[in-house]
């Protein structure tokens, strides 16, 4: 052979040394405690596109790591794992292999912050002997009445004229704050119109009460609760709201409360106007003949929902308290109905309109003594007064 093939053969074996692949090593710990850290991810990125390459591995239990067959060329490795410091190493492949030695990766203390977690109270919950409804954690309360926040609770009705019945039964105790406060079965239906959903705490449901209860002929109690703040200094509340009916509700709310002391006082107005549309009601004979009818109503009110408290406490285990709410309303409607026959030796056509009109007055005080025993055993002192007027 001789020079020139020599040197042709030179040339060609030149370029299989310049491509030469080698391979990048290295151990991760943690900066802090100095412990291997497995699982951590080691990415290779072109320096001059800073485009990341379709390599990367991850190191093993004791923290090492190796990067196989990198062709000659400049990188970057980064080193990365959630909740720590990212590092990056420069590096450059010439044939031969590369050890980075030890990279130690710092927590990164943003990512380790506290984290806050915020619930939401469910709408429903069961205790022992009741089922509590969060009226407060339903936005759509706003609003509405106390009648109409009931119709939406399972096993409770009320019907058209405001009536309660649980589980079908009409026999049905209703509380206000765990006591009777003047409802009766001639005013319930008229004073829980006028009561304000956004004036409700919750409302428990008991189906079956204990003795406690003196439950004789109830088919169970439904308690309504007010709302009653402790947070203290002075603060209140002003809503208003209205719907596509040509309806509004609003109301004022303020509270001051210290040691010793809790008042509140509030006032609501709630406007409705309610337009049933309309009922057909068709006979044929088979003679021929028919009667037909045609009937729409339309019912409006107006209600005035006020109450005041006000609690001192003496010590940690005795109240005193005197609270009290008055409602005064008033309503009215008009039914149209008209009637169509032609059934012989009878009328032709009939029209009939009936209206009605009322005043809803009732006011409910209570002045009283509580010591407390325990969470569990209370003694109570009530003295009350009730007016109550509907025509």
Do not use: C
Not at 2 to 9: D, G, I, M, P
Not at 100 to 117: F, N, P, S
Request: charged share 20%; net charge negative; glycine share 10%.
């Amino acid at each position: 052979m001789n020079f020139k093939h020599l040197l042709t053969a030179f040339l060609l074996f030149i370029p299989l040394f310049a491509s030469a692949d080698g391979s990048v090593t290295g151990r991760v710990v943690n900066k802090g405690s100095g412990e291997a850290m497995d699982y951590i991810t080691v990415q290779v990125v072109d320096s001059k596109t800073n485009k990341p390459l379709n390599l990367s591995v991850y190191t093993d239990d004791n923290g090492y790591f190796t990067i196989p067959s990198l062709a000659d060329g400049s990188y970057v490795v980064k080193v990365s794992n959630v909740g720590s410091i990212d590092q990056e190493r420069p590096v450059v492949i010439a044939g031969k292999d590369l050890n980075l030695g030890t990279i130690r990766l710092a927590d990164d203390a943003k990512m380790l912050q506290e984290v806050v977690v915020e619930g939401v109270r469910s709408q429903m919950r069961f205790e022992l002997d009741r089922k509590v409804f969060q009226v407060d954690a339903n936005i759509a309360s706003a609003g509405q009445s106390a009648s109409e926040l009931l119709e939406s609770i399972p096993s409770v009705e009320v019907d058209q004229d405001g009536n309660v019945s649980l589980r079908g039964n009409e026999s049905v105790t209703v509380w206000i704050n765990g006591k009777e406060s003047g409802l009766t079965a001639d005013n319930r239906a008229q004073i829980l119109e006028q009561i304000p959903g956004e004036s409700i705490e919750r409302i428990e449901v008991i189906t079956n009460p204990s003795a406690k209860y003196s439950p004789e002929g109830s088919a169970g109690i439904i308690n309504i609760i007010l709302k009653k703040d402790r947070r203290g200094g002075y603060f209140g509340s002003a809503e208003l709201s209205a719907n596509s009916n040509g309806g509004g509700n609003a109301s004022v709310n303020i509270n001051y409360n210290s040691s010793k002391w809790d008042t509140y006082a509030g006032i609501g107005f709630r406007m409705r106007h309610n337009n049933n549309g309309g009922s057909e009601m068709r006979r044929l004979f088979n003679d021929g003949s028919f009667t037909n009818s045609d009937a729409s109503s339309r019912h409006h009110g107006n209600n005035i929902f006020v109450r005041l408290g006000a609690t001192y406490h003496l010590s940690d285990h005795d109240d005193f308290y005197v609270n009290g709410f008055g409602m005064f309303g008033h309503r009215w409607g008009k039914t149209l109905t008209d009637y169509q026959s032609n059934v012989p030796g009878q009328w032709i056509a009939d029209q009939q309109i009936s209206r009605n009109r009322g005043d809803n007055r009732g006011a409910h005080a209570e002045l009283g003594y509580t010591h407390k025993f325990s969470d569990t055993h209370t003694f109570d002192a009530i003295v009350k007064l009730e007016f109550v007027s509907r025509r």
